[in-house]
């Protein structure tokens, strides 16, 4: 034994086994950096829906001119997009419960990028809304996948830190999109738009299958028939708190979708702003969004995640309370309206990762359920509130009653449904 134990002990070293005990410390600077790569892989996933909608809106008119559609008609490519996008979570979700997350994954961003290039050749508006509900649905794999994985690979107020890290890929994603929109458009038309999908598609399947492991083992695995899958969203359905967690969610979204839909027409239509303006400010209040997400990913070890989720619907609710005082008293300028608006965006930052991590976490084992309820239902609630933020005339009091209703639902939703029990600490 002791010669074989020679022997063994005689074997070369290879350089960078000797630098890594040299270096204790390189084994975690290389850790780090798959970690973070990991993250960037998996926010690029859940950049996919602003990519497809906000990269898209500035061909709509030339889309529309080119098909011979009318507005509305045009229009609802975007809203068939946003539906594929809440249902079908509701399906991968559980099915990468039951049969891991890589394989649905791939075969969502396959699906995704043929779509996408299926897209850029329709012949009519009516086959590029039905491919756009196809391109929705097999998108939808990415951003669910994405938060579930983060539920398998981290807990408490790192899975936190993790939504929030992802929020800086997710945050920037609605600013540059417009604007790299807009440059493709010079060199090409709407139908190249939808080629630049497909390659973003291709690239994060090779991404992912190069940097994503498998992270549900086998003995984690749930069943995923009919039946299986209606039990885990009724129990999922029962968990009080989660269901707290999912309005908040919701609510908090449909805020945020009041504002991306109202104020280009507060700033531009009541204010006089030219397009350039806008982009500049709505830029700006996106940085607030993603600062504010990594501020509270730094603070989430030291503060309860429920705590930086209440300090954001304060904040996003003083913003609405403010913005709809202004409008109704009148003579609000541009400045003052701005602000509020920084404000309100900004609180959505500490808002969506921290409730996110706390909804997840309550149901790790069936993180892809959990993951595909939270956010069918930001989706749906941001679909709903868009058009509502338009109605009664007035741009700055229809977004702002819309904001501030929806907030004070989540806020209820947080001290109700979602409350601490007796006796329990603050998560």
Same mark, same amino acid.
């Given at each position: 034994?002791?010669r ?9 070293? +290879?350089?960078?086994?000797r ?6 410390? *390189? ?11 990991? /993250?960037?892989?998996?926010?690029g996933? +859940?950049?996919t829906?602003?990519?497809?909608t906000?990269?898209y /809106? ?12 009318s507005?509305?008609?045009v229009?609802?490519?975007? =809203?068939?997009?946003? &539906?594929?996008?809440?249902f079908?979570?509701l ?9 891991g997350?890589r ?7 396959v699906?995704?990028?043929a ?16 491919l756009? &509900?196809?391109?929705?649905l097999s998108g939808?794999?990415?951003v ?11 807990? %408490?107020?790192a ?5 929030s890290?992802?929020m ?10 417009? &604007? ?16 630049v999908l497909g ?15 498998? =992270? ?7 069943a ?20 707290g ?8 979204? %449909?805020?945020?979708?009041?504002? $991306?839909?109202g +104020? ?5 239509t009541?204010?006089?702003?030219s397009p ?33 989720v209440?300090?954001?619907l ?5 913003g609405?309370?403010g913005?709809?005082?202004a ?10 309206? *701005? ?7 900004a ?13 997840i976490?309550?149901? *790790?084992? =069936? ?6 309820? &939270?956010? *069918?239902?930001?989706? $749906?609630a941001?679909a ?18 819309v ?18 029990g007796?006796?329990?600490? +603050?998560?």
């Amino acid at each position: 034994m002791r010669r074989s134990r020679v022997v063994a002990d005689r074997r070369p070293v +290879s350089t960078a086994a000797r630098r890594s005990e040299a270096d204790p410390s *390189s084994h975690h600077r290389r850790g780090r950096g798959r970690r973070a790569l990991v /993250l960037f892989v998996l926010g690029g996933l +859940s950049a996919t829906p602003p990519l497809s909608t906000d990269l898209y /809106l500035p061909a709509l008119p030339q889309v529309a001119d080119d098909l011979g559609a009318s507005t509305p008609q045009v229009q609802l490519t975007l =809203t068939t997009y946003i &539906l594929g996008l809440a249902f079908g979570q509701l399906c991968v979700g559980p099915l990468s419960d039951s049969v891991g997350r890589r394989r649905p994954l791939m075969v969502g961003l396959v699906a995704f990028t043929a779509a996408s290039l299926l897209c850029a050749g329709a012949p009519s508006v009516d086959a590029l809304t039905a491919l756009r &509900l196809v391109q929705g649905l097999s998108g939808s794999a990415g951003v669910v996948i994405a938060r579930a994985m983060v539920s398998d690979l981290y807990e %408490g107020p790192a899975a936190a830190r993790a939504y929030s890290r992802l929020m800086v890929v997710t945050g920037l994603a609605p600013v540059l999109a417009p &604007l790299l929109g807009g440059q493709i458009l010079r060199f090409t038309s709407w139908r190249g738009i939808y080629v630049v999908l497909g390659i973003i598609g291709a690239t994060l399947l090779v991404a992912s299958a190069l940097v994503l492991r498998e =992270t549900v083992p086998l003995r984690r695995r749930t069943a995923a028939g009919p039946r299986q899958v209606a039990r885990s969203f009724a129990r999922l359905m029962r968990d009080r708190r989660f269901v707290g967690y999912v309005i908040v969610q919701a609510m908090t979204f %449909g805020a945020l979708f009041a504002y $991306i839909s109202g +104020s280009p027409f507060l700033i531009q239509t009541v204010h006089g702003a030219s397009p350039q303006l806008f982009s500049v400010l709505f830029g700006a209040n996106a940085l607030g969004m993603v600062v504010a997400s990594q501020v509270g990913g730094t603070l989430v070890g030291r503060v309860p995640p429920r705590r930086l989720v209440t300090a954001g619907l304060v904040m996003s609710l003083c913003g609405g309370a403010g913005l709809l005082a202004a409008s109704l008293v009148g003579g609000q300028g541009l400045a003052l309206d *701005s602000a509020v608006l920084f404000v309100i965006v900004a609180g959505v930052g500490l808002i969506l990762p921290n409730s996110m991590a706390l909804g997840i976490g309550r149901h *790790s084992r =069936t993180a892809g359920g959990a993951a595909a309820l &939270l956010g *069918s239902a930001q989706y $749906i609630a941001g679909a709903l509130a868009a058009p509502l933020s338009g109605l009664g005339g007035d741009p700055a009091i229809g977004m702002a009653v819309v904001i501030v209703v929806a907030l004070t639902l989540a806020g209820t939703a947080l001290t109700t449904l979602a409350r601490e029990g007796r006796g329990q600490p +603050s998560t």
